[in-house]
C-alpha cells in the first residue's frame, strides 16, 4: 500500500507553499521530485561542483609534476647514449668519445674523467653533450672504460656517475704484393688477428701507393714512364698531371693534409738528377716544382728515417737484418724485440700509427731483388706484425711496402 502524498491531492495553498520552499533553497527544477528526467538524464552540473573538480584536478597535476621533479633532482643526470668512431681513435689523434646525457648538465672537469686504460684526454660540456677528445691514438682491438663522476644537472642535482665503454677496431693494413715476370700486381687490404684477405687493386708494374681514407694514390711504371693515380674504392682512377713523360724516383703521401711528394727525372734525361715536385689532392691535381720552405717540408716527408717511434721507445733495423732493437730513450740500452729467422734476413721496418705495432718485412736471406725503380724489394717477401709490448708476431702477410 503507498502511503506518500499524491500531489495530485493537494489544495492550492499547499502546491504554492512547497513551490516557494523550493525557490527559497535555490532549486530551478520543475515542480516534481528530485531525480532523473524523462529521458533518463542526471540533472545538470552546478557550475560551483565544476570549479571544485578543476581545481582538484590542476592540483592532483601539480603534486605530480612536484614529484617527478624531486625524483629527477634527486637522481641525477643519466646516459641517454654515446658516440665514438672506433676505427679513426686508433689512426688519427684528437678523435672524441660524445656521451650524451637525458638533461642539460654543469660543466664537466678533466678531473672527474677515469678512463681505463688510461689516455691523455680533454674534456667539454655544452648542454646535453659531454665531449672526451683523446689527445693521441688509442690502441686497436681493446676495451676502454669511461667513467664521470660528479655530473651534476644545470639546476644543481644530485650528483651522479655515467659509465660507458667501447672497443676499438682490429688493425687494418695495407700491402703490396708484386707477382713476379710481369704479371698483376696487388694491393691486399687485410686486419691483424682476423682470417682473410681483399684485394683492394690490382695491375701491372704497381711500384709504390699511399692510403687516403678508403682510396688509394698508387704509382706505375714500366721502366721507361711513371704514372700516379688516385684508385677510388669503387675501383675508378683518376690519373694525376705530372711534370711530362718520366720516371717517378721517390714518393710519399700525407694523408692528414692530402700532400703528395715525389722526385721525378724526365724519360730524355734518365741520369739526371731527380727533381722535387708535390700535388695538393685538395686543390688542383697537377705537379708543382717547389722550392724554399715547400721544399723542405717535401723533403723531410720523402725522408727515409733511421727508426720509427712506438709506445715503448725507438725501433730500429739492424744494419745486418739479424733483429729489430727498441730503444726506450735517449742513452738507454737497446732491447731486441724481435730476431730474423734462421735462413732470413729483416729488409725493412715500420710502426702503426699507434705506435703498439712494428712492421718489419722478412725475406730469404739469398732472395735477388725484384728490380722495381721504385721500392725494389727482395723476391718472396713475408711482411710481419709484432707486438711492441709482448715481441710476439700477431700477424703475417705476404708482400712488402706495408701501409697502415
Not at 730500429?316 to 730474423?340: C, E, I, K, Q, Y
Amino acid at each position: 500500500m503507498d502511503f506518500s502524498p499524491r500531489i495530485d491531492s493537494w489544495s492550492a495553498d499547499e502546491v504554492g507553499a512547497a513551490r516557494r520552499l523550493r525557490r527559497r533553497r535555490g532549486a530551478d527544477t520543475p515542480d516534481r521530485p528530485d531525480g532523473p528526467d524523462d529521458a533518463g538524464r542526471s540533472p545538470a552540473r552546478t557550475p560551483t561542483s565544476f570549479r571544485r573538480a578543476f581545481a582538484v584536478t590542476v592540483g592532483v597535476l601539480i603534486l605530480l609534476c612536484a614529484a617527478l621533479v624531486v625524483v629527477a633532482h634527486g637522481r641525477g643526470p643519466t646516459l641517454a647514449s654515446t658516440q665514438v668512431d672506433a676505427a679513426s681513435v686508433t689512426t688519427t689523434p684528437h678523435q672524441q668519445l660524445r656521451v650524451f646525457t637525458d638533461e642539460s648538465v654543469a660543466q664537466v672537469r678533466k678531473e672527474q674523467v677515469r678512463m681505463t686504460p688510461a689516455a691523455p684526454l680533454t674534456v667539454q660540456t655544452a648542454g646535453t653533450v659531454i665531449t672526451v677528445q683523446f689527445t693521441g691514438r688509442l690502441r686497436s682491438a681493446t676495451r676502454y672504460s669511461v667513467e664521470l663522476r660528479g655530473v651534476t644537472s644545470v639546476f644543481g642535482s644530485r650528483p651522479a656517475t655515467l659509465t660507458t665503454a667501447f672497443t676499438t677496431a682490429r688493425a687494418s693494413v695495407l700491402t703490396l704484393d708484386r707477382a713476379p715476370g710481369g704479371g698483376q700486381d696487388r694491393i691486399v687490404r687485410s686486419r691483424v688477428g682476423v682470417p682473410g684477405r681483399t684485394v683492394a687493386y690490382r695491375a701491372p708494374g704497381i711500384q709504390a701507393f699511399g692510403a687516403l681514407g678508403s682510396d688509394l694514390v698508387v704509382v706505375r711504371g714500366d721502366g721507361h714512364a711513371s704514372t700516379i693515380s688516385i684508385v677510388a674504392a669503387d675501383g675508378t682512377t683518376e690519373d694525376l698531371i705530372l711534370p711530362g713523360t718520366g720516371l717517378v724516383r721517390s714518393f710519399a703521401l700525407d694523408a692528414p693534409t692530402g700532400l703528395v711528394a715525389f722526385t721525378w727525372t724526365p724519360a730524355s734525361e734518365p741520369r739526371a738528377t731527380p727533381r722535387l715536385f708535390t700535388i695538393d689532392l685538395e686543390g688542383q691535381h697537377t705537379s708543382t716544382a717547389v722550392t724554399g720552405a715547400a721544399a723542405r717540408a717535401a723533403e723531410r716527408l720523402l725522408a727515409v728515417r733511421p727508426g720509427s717511434l712506438t709506445t715503448r721507445g725507438t725501433a730500429r733495423l739492424a744494419g745486418d737484418g739479424s733483429s729489430v732493437t727498441l730503444t726506450a730513450s735517449a742513452g738507454s740500452r737497446p732491447v731486441t724485440l724481435t730476431r730474423a729467422l734462421a735462413g732470413q734476413r729483416l729488409t725493412a721496418l715500420g710502426t702503426s700509427p699507434n705506435g703498439q705495432y712494428v712492421s718489419v718485412v722478412s725475406a730469404p736471406a739469398d732472395a735477388p731483388s725484384d728490380g722495381r725503380a721504385l721500392d725494389p724489394a727482395p723476391r718472396s717477401p713475408t711482411t710481419l706484425v709484432v707486438d711492441v709490448d709482448s715481441g710476439a708476431t700477431v700477424a703475417s702477410f705476404a708482400g712488402s711496402s706495408l701501409a697502415w
